[in-house]
């Protein structure tokens, strides 16, 4: 089965939206919807679609699918290979624990490029966020998250110059 995902998020409203496309034998099932998160992102959104995808999958007994998406970083924060900022952090372990179960593969394709599915899932994950938006859904789900932190200036200049002494050692090595 190959599963094509793409997420939307609106910052005005607060609302993120997901969608997939599940393909196989020329049989397209789709499937969208959005929930209210204050303080979200467009990457959150991608994350999203692709764990909503994996527990659809792990739902019907679905094991090995080819995941395609948009967004370069999701086989890395799938696997593990990348870290995440602390705010996405809950998002990325629901990914990794339904990866680690489902064993998808990943492929990459250009966002916005034309691919018809790739473009059907994000026409499908905007229009549930309008439709959530215009009230034309019901709130099925409101999540919170904490959002980030202040950090002392202090400190933010500390790690930064520690950051710039690290890079600086690396490329003289």
Same mark, same amino acid.
């Given at each position: 089965?190959?599963? $094509?995902?793409?997420?939307? $998020?609106?910052? %005005?409203?607060?609302?993120?939206?997901?969608?997939?496309?599940?393909?196989?034998?020329?049989?397209?099932?789709?499937?969208?919807?959005?929930?209210?998160?204050? =303080?979200?992102?467009?990457?959150?959104?991608?994350? !999203?679609?692709?764990? &909503?995808?994996?527990?659809?999958?792990?739902?019907?007994?679905?094991?090995?699918?080819? *995941?395609?998406?948009?967004?370069?970083?999701?086989? +890395?924060?799938?696997?593990? $290979?990348?870290?995440?900022?602390? /705010?996405? %952090?809950? +998002?990325?372990?629901?990914?990794?624990?339904?990866?680690?179960? !489902?064993?998808?593969?990943?492929?990459?394709? &250009?966002?916005?490029?034309?691919?018809? /599915?790739?473009?059907?899932?994000? =026409? @499908?994950? !905007?229009?549930?966020?309008?439709? @959530?938006?215009?009230?034309?859904?019901? *709130?099925?789900?409101?999540?919170?998250?904490?959002?980030?932190?202040?950090? =002392?200036?202090? !400190?933010? @200049?500390?790690?930064? &110059?520690?950051?710039? &002494?690290?890079?600086?050692? @690396?490329? /003289?090595?």
């Amino acid at each position: 089965m190959v599963i $094509y995902t793409d997420g939307s $998020y609106s910052e %005005q409203a607060g609302i993120l939206g997901y969608a997939f496309c599940c393909v196989e034998d020329r049989v397209i099932k789709q499937i969208s919807d959005a929930f209210v998160l204050e =303080n979200g992102s467009s990457t959150i959104a991608e994350i !999203v679609a692709v764990s &909503k995808s994996l527990e659809f999958c792990l739902n019907y007994d679905i094991h090995k699918p080819l *995941i395609v998406h948009d967004f370069d970083a999701i086989p +890395f924060l799938a696997l593990g $290979y990348r870290a995440c900022r602390p /705010y996405m %952090q809950e +998002f990325v372990d629901e990914l990794q624990r339904l990866t680690q179960i !489902v064993e998808p593969d990943f492929q990459k394709v &250009k966002a916005h490029d034309g691919h018809f /599915y790739n473009t059907l899932a994000h =026409n @499908l994950a !905007v229009e549930a966020v309008r439709k @959530l938006r215009d009230g034309q859904t019901e *709130i099925k789900e409101v999540r919170t998250r904490k959002p980030p932190r202040e950090m =002392n200036p202090e !400190v933010q @200049l500390s790690r930064f &110059k520690t950051l710039c &002494k690290n890079y600086h050692s @690396l490329l /003289y090595w």
